[in-house]
């Protein structure tokens, strides 16, 4: 069944390991983009090689987006595979929770590789001070490190 969601996201750099500590076990990720702009991106997301969604989004705006979701066939996204602009992003994603809220760590691979970005999508805005420490740098707004930037353009210039 189709999801439309309005998110609230939040993007950071991780500074430090701390967040293994509370980790729940890790996910592979592979995602590609078939379409990209600066407000609207078509993605196919396979989920530990066995089930694959297809996600849009709309929205030029920073923090606040629509997003729809379906599933897709796995056949049907490998297939779309050929169809991929840019680069193939490789990932393994683990969840923290901390101050009831759920983290997504992304630890990438490949060409990606040293890459470490944390998101917090919530339906409302969460206070700094209730941030975890393992926390670097907001990137939110920051383009380069949106995954279609980074399926297309690699690492941004200023990526640790």
Do not use: C
């Amino acid at each position: 069944m189709p999801r439309m969601v309005k998110e609230v996201e939040r993007k950071f750099l991780v500074a430090d390991e701390r967040w293994r500590a509370d980790a729940e076990p890790a996910g592979a990720l592979r995602q590609f983009y078939l379409a990209a702009a600066p407000d609207r991106s078509v993605r196919v997301r396979i989920k530990d090689g066995r089930s694959a969604r297809l996600t849009l989004k709309f929205g030029a705006g920073a923090r606040e987006r629509d997003e729809f979701e379906y599933d897709l066939p796995l056949g049907e996204a490998r297939e779309m595979e050929r169809f991929a602009l840019g680069n193939v992003i490789e990932k393994t994603r683990s969840l923290v929770r901390h101050d009831g809220h759920v983290y997504e760590v992304d630890v990438f691979a490949g060409a990606l590789a040293g890459l470490v970005v944390a998101e917090l999508e919530t339906e409302a805005e969460v206070p700094d001070a209730r941030l975890p420490g393992w926390l670097g740098r907001e990137v939110t707004g920051e383009p380069g490190y949106y995954n279609a930037a980074l399926a297309l353009e690699g690492l941004p210039d200023a990526a640790p």
